[in-house]
């Protein structure tokens, strides 16, 4: 894999591990093992969160969804809306410095499938995505596609649901 898709890949696959650890299937299972990121497969399918309020879904989803479409439009303003300042696995403004960098050297399309609320109460939510990522290198043209399985945790900030960490593993193809 070229340093430049890894480049790319760590800005959207942000690993809720904190600064200290690195992105990487043991730390994601680690992660998951500690029970700070969870999910269950019953039957080969991810089980889905119960007791969530239909209402609480809907602001859940559609936070979800405007991070990947801000993201997909290069929208700095609209992403970082997104973003918990009090993020428990990334740096507000770190991220927002990875994220212009990566706008302005990569063309990178997400799209999710099989999106499901696997955890939630009233103060932090996870939901559970299978996306695709298309990413196209401004500068040389080279193109890469991937498929990652990815967990993206939410904290309620001043009332509203916020990004605060993600979880990712790239499926190989």
Known sequence: MKKWLVAVLSVFVL?????????????????????????????????????????EA????????????????????????????????????EDKKNTLETFKKYDVKRSAEDITIIKYNDKEAHIYAHMSMDVKEIGTGNEYHSKARQVTLFIKEEGQWKISGLNGMVDSE
């Open 15 to 55: 690993a809720a591990c904190g600064d200290e650890q690195e992105a990487s299937p043991e730390n994601l299972q680690k992660t998951i093992d500690e029970g700070t990121v969870g999910f269950e497969m019953m039957g080969g399918k991810i089980q889905e969160a119960t007791g969530v309020p239909k209402g």
């Open 58 to 93: 809907k602001k859940l989803l559609d936070v979800f969804n405007e991070y990947i479409e801000a993201s997909n439009n290069k929208d700095i303003e609209r992403y970082m809306k997104t973003i918990s300042k009090n993020a428990k696995g990334l740096d507000y403004e």
